[in-house]
C-alpha cells in the first residue's frame, strides 16, 4: 500500500466515525436514543437495512463464492421480496401501533414475561456470535494478506465502531450508514469496470459472460428437489423466505431501523426499497466475483489464493512437493489461455462444432485445475493441519491488492471496513437495546428517569463492543464466512419466527405452550444441526442449512399445539357419571 492509499483508508474511516457522533449528539430520552426519534425517511431506512445485512462478508466472501461455485448463490435471496411484502402487511403495522421499542415487547403482550426473555435472550445468543463475526471477517483476511496484527485489527474495528454508536445510538447508526452505502457502491462499481479494462482487447462484456457460461459460473437457477443441495430456487423461496421473515422481521438489529420512521408507511417504502434493490444488488457483487474469475483465465493465480497458507506449506518439509505443483500449475494456465482464445476465436466465426469442442476442451481443463486445487489443500494440510485451506474469502481482496491502481486499493480496503463498521453497528445498537430495555428495564422494581436508561443501553452497548471484540480475537475461519453468519442465523432463526407466527395468527396457542415448545424445538434444532454437520465432514451434506428456518418455524407451531391442546385437556374436569 503506497500513502495515497492510507490517507483515503483512514480519512474515509474517521470521516465516518467524527460524521456519526457530529450529527446524532444530544440524544438524552430513550425515544431519541433507540428510535431515533422516529424521524427516519424511507431512503434511510432502506439504505440503513441494506447495510445493515451487507457486512464486509458480502463484499469479500461472496466474489470469491462466485469464482468457486458461480452465481448460484443468489438463489439464497429469491425469498427476500415475499418477505419484505408479508412484513409490511402484517409486521410493522402491529410494531407501529403497539409504540414498541423493540420486536420482543410484543411477545409479552400477547403471551408472558417469560417468553418475552426467552426470544430475547436466543437473539442475544445468535447476534451476540455475528457481531463477533463481522469484525472478525476483514480483520482475518487484511491480516493475512497485508501482515497486520489480527488482534489489532480486532480492536481498531470494534473500537470505532462503539465511540459512534454508544454516542448517537440508532439515529448515529442510520446516518453513518447512508454514507457507507455509498462509500461501498462506489468503490463495488469502479473495481467492476477496472476487471472489465484488464480483460484483453478482444473480449467484450458479452463475450466474458460466455466464456463464464462455458466454465458453469453463470448456472443462476436450479430448480431440482435436492435438498442435500445448499442453494436451489426452492431452498430460497421457502428456507430463505423464512429466514428472512426472522431476519427483518424479528431480529432487533433489523427491526430497529425501520421502527425509526416516521410512519408506517415510511417503514413500508423502505422495506420494499429493500425488496427490490437487495437481489440486483448481491447479483451485482456475484457478478464481479465471475469477472474476476474471467480476469484469471488469461492472467496468472495461485494455487491457494491465502497466502498465510502457502507461506506455510514453502517453509515445511512439503515445499517441494508443492513447488513441483505450482510448476504444473503454470503450464495449466497456459494451456488455459490457448483453450480461451480458442474458445473466442470460435464465437466470432459462429462455427457452433468449434464453439462446443473449445467449450469441453474448457471444462476438461477446469476440472484439472480443480484437481490441482485440491492436492494443493491436501499438501498445505499435512504441513500444517491446523492451517486454513478454504481460500474464497480471500480471492477477492488478492485481486484488489495485486492488480487495483494506487488509490483504489485504499478506497477497497475502506469500502471492506465501512461495511464492517455498518453491520456491526446496527448489531450492537440492537444488542445494548434488547439488554437494556427487554431484560434489565423489564425486570426492575422502582421507576428509574429517562436518562437512567439512556445511559444503561450506552454501557449495554459498550459492553456488547467489548464481547464482540473477544469474541473476533478467538473465532477461526468456517468454511465461507458468508455461509458461517447465514448459518448460526439459520440454526436460531426459525424458532424464533415461528414463536412470532404463533402471535399473529394463533390467538389459540397461550404463553406457557409456547415458551416450552420454542425449548424444545431449540434443542431439536441443534441436535438436527450436529448431525447435519457431522455428516458434511464426512463428505456429504444432507440437509442444506436453509431448510432449517422452516424447520424450526414448522417445529414450534406444531409442538406449541401439542402442548396446548394436553394442557387443555388435563385441565378440563372429568364428566360426571
Request: overall charge positive.
Amino acid at each position: 500500500m503506497e500513502i495515497i492509499d492510507w490517507v483515503i483508508l483512514c480519512g474515509t474511516l474517521v470521516f465516518i466515525v467524527v460524521y456519526g457522533v457530529w450529527k446524532t449528539k444530544g440524544s438524552t430520552n430513550v425515544d431519541d436514543y433507540i428510535r431515533g426519534g422516529n424521524e427516519a425517511k424511507w431512503s434511510t431506512i432502506g439504505l440503513s437495512v441494506m447495510a445493515t445485512q451487507a457486512s464486509a462478508i458480502t463484499f469479500l466472501s461472496t466474489p470469491g463464492q462466485a469464482f468457486h461455485d458461480g452465481m448460484g448463490f443468489v438463489q439464497f435471496y429469491f425469498g427476500l421480496p415475499l418477505a419484505m411484502i408479508i412484513i409490511c402487511m402484517v409486521f410493522i403495522p402491529l410494531y407501529h401501533k403497539m409504540k414498541v421499542y423493540t420486536a420482543y415487547e410484543f411477545l409479552e403482550s400477547r403471551f408472558d414475561l417469560k417468553t418475552r426473555t426467552l426470544a430475547a435472550i436466543l437473539f442475544l445468543i445468535q447476534r451476540g456470535l455475528a457481531a463477533g463475526i463481522t469484525i472478525f471477517a476483514p480483520s482475518i483476511i487484511l491480516s493475512a494478506v497485508l501482515g497486520w496484527d489480527l488482534k489489532v485489527l480486532n480492536i481498531i474495528i470494534g473500537t470505532l465502531v462503539i465511540i459512534y454508536t454508544v454516542s448517537g445510538g440508532t439515529k448515529a447508526v442510520s446516518v453513518t450508514q447512508k454514507q457507507q452505502m455509498f462509500i461501498i457502491m462506489t468503490g463495488m462499481f469502479i473495481t467492476f469496470f477496472f476487471i472489465l479494462s484488464y480483460l484483453p482487447e478482444d473480449i467484450s462484456f458479452s463475450k466474458a459472460l460466455k466464456i463464464a457460461g462455458a466454465s458453469d459460473k453463470l448456472n443462476i437457477l436450479d430448480f431440482s428437489f435436492n435438498t442435500k443441495s445448499r442453494y436451489t430456487f426452492w431452498s430460497g423461496i421457502t428456507g430463505g423466505l423464512f429466514l428472512f421473515l426472522s431476519y427483518f422481521g424479528t431480529d432487533q438489529s433489523q427491526v430497529q431501523r425501520y421502527l425509526s420512521g416516521k410512519s408506517i408507511r415510511e417503514s413500508q417504502l423502505g422495506l420494499v426499497f429493500n425488496g427490490i434493490f437487495k437481489i440486483p444488488m448481491q447479483f451485482f457483487i456475484l457478478l464481479i466475483g465471475v469477472m474476476v474469475f474471467v480476469f484469471y483465465q488469461y492472467n496468472p493465480s495461485p494455487l491457494n489464493f491465502n497466502p498465510s497458507a502457502t507461506e506455510t506449506v514453502l517453509n515445511s518439509e512439503f515445499k517441494e512437493d508443492y513447488s513441483i505443483l505450482q510448476k504444473n500449475q503454470v503450464e495449466l494456465e497456459e494451456e488455459k489461455r490457448i483453450a480461451q482464445n480458442k474458445f473466442s476465436a470460435a464465437l466470432d466465426l459462429k462455427e457452433y462444432t468449434a464453439v462446443e469442442e473449445a467449450k469441453q476442451h474448457i471444462k476438461q481443463i477446469n476440472r484439472k485445475d480443480s484437481l490441482n486445487r485440491v492436492t494443493a489443500k491436501t499438501i498445505i494440510k499435512k504441513a500444517n493441519k491446523n492451517t486454513e485451506t478454504n481460500d474464497k474469502d480471500y480471492v477477492f481482496i488478492h485481486f484488489i491488492l495485486n492488480n487495483l491502481p494506487k488509490g483504489l486499493i485504499g478506497l477497497l480496503l475502506a469500502v471492506i471496513l465501512s461495511a464492517a463498521m455498518s453491520s456491526t453497528a446496527s448489531e450492537l445498537n440492537a444488542l445494548g437495546t434488547i439488554t437494556a430495555l427487554d431484560l434489565y428495564k423489564r425486570n426492575q422494581t422502582t421507576d428509574k428517569t429517562e436518562n437512567h436508561y439512556v445511559a444503561a443501553s450506552k454501557w449495554f452497548t459498550l459492553l456488547w463492543g467489548v464481547i464482540a471484540i473477544l469474541i473476533a480475537c478467538i473465532a477461526n475461519l468456517f468454511d465461507n464466512l458468508i455461509q458461517l453468519v447465514n448459518i448460526i442465523g439459520s440454526v436460531f432463526y426459525g424458532n424464533v419466527l415461528g414463536i412470532f407466527l404463533l402471535a399473529f395468527f394463533f390467538k389459540y396457542i397461550k404463553g406457557n405452550a409456547v415458551f416450552f415448545a420454542a425449548v424444545l424445538t431449540q434443542l431439536i434444532i441443534f441436535i438436527i444441526y450436529y448431525y447435519s454437520i457431522h455428516i458434511y465432514s464426512s463428505g456429504e451434506e444432507k440437509l442444506g442449512y436453509l431448510w432449517l428456518n422452516f424447520i424450526g418455524a414448522a417445529l414450534v407451531i406444531f409442538i406449541a399445539f401439542m402442548f396446548e391442546i394436553f394442557g387443555r385437556l388435563l385441565k378440563k374436569p372429568p364428566l360426571k357419571t
